[in-house]
């Protein structure tokens, strides 16, 4: 198994409501991420777990809190979101926790926020 | 901000013929990995080539490192309209944090 699988696809929430993306991945990897994509951007880093903790967060607000409940899970919380936060939400995981190899990605969640 | 800025931003050529994307970037790397992306779909990786490498193939990908001139160039022999994509050149820093960061990206389309 070499996917990483993200639900749900797509989500629409209003900016009061709260909702969580989830990530799951099966291939052993120790290092999983969480990236954010705007239309027509690149992905931009959001936060790192390894080996289930949170080795970076690259100063997000705190609305959104990512959470590892385990080495095959990855979830983001989603709480009191702007529409600015509707971009494509992307998953990765990564087999080190050195960052010298491939990132996985899964197809991505698209969070639209009225 | 990114670390790499890509060039061109958007590339339209016919099918047969070569692609080349070029990335530059501003500062010392681990390695340097290339990308595509299907319109709003996740990232597939490429190819992975490292501080001491120059140049690197897979299929019809060629890509080349010039650590030098802090650049990397990627290939695309014979393109196909199925390698109508975004391409995203990323490096990790040498910072031996797992920080993968992403150049601006360039849009390919190849029309049959």
């Known amino acids: 198994d070499t996917e990483v699988t993200q639900t749900p696809k797509h989500l629409v929430m209003g900016m009061t409501n709260k909702k969580s993306l989830k990530c799951e991945q099966h291939?052993?990897?120790?290092?999983m991420y969480w990236y954010k994509q705007k239309a027509k951007k690149p992905p931009e880093l959001m936060f790192v777990?390894?080996?289930?903790?949170?080795?970076i967060n690259e100063s997000v607000p705190s609305r959104f809190s990512p959470e590892c409940p385990n080495s095959s899970l990855l979830n983001l919380h989603l709480h009191a979101l702007q529409p600015e936060d509707s971009a494509l939400y992307l998953c990765?995981?990564?087999?080190?926790?050195?960052?010298?190899?491939?990132?996985?990605f899964g197809e991505g969640s698209r969070l639209t926020v009225l | 901000s990114q670390q790499g800025e890509e060039d061109p931003q958007a590339l339209s050529i016919q099918e047969g013929e070569n692609a080349t994307m070029n990335c530059s970037y501003k500062?010392?790397?681990?390695?340097l990995q290339w990308y595509r992306q299907n319109s709003g779909r996740g990232l597939v990786h490429l190819i992975l080539?490292?501080?001491?490498?120059r140049e690197k193939h897979s299929g019809r990908l060629r890509v080349t490192l010039d650590t030098s001139k802090k650049s990397s160039s990627l290939l695309i022999t014979a393109s196909r309209a199925a390698d109508t994509a975004s391409y995203f050149c990323?490096?990790?820093?040498?910072?031996?944090?797992?920080?993968?960061?992403f150049g601006t990206g360039t849009r390919l389309l190849v029309s049959p």
């Open positions: 500062t010392s790397i681990n390695n």
């Open positions: 291939m052993g990897h120790r290092a």
């Open positions: 777990y390894s080996y289930e903790k949170l080795s």
């Open positions: 990323a490096t990790i820093m040498n910072t031996g944090f797992q920080k993968l960061v």
């Open positions: 990765a995981s990564s087999q080190g926790t050195d960052n010298t190899g491939e990132l996985f």
């Open positions: 080539i490292r501080s001491n490498e």
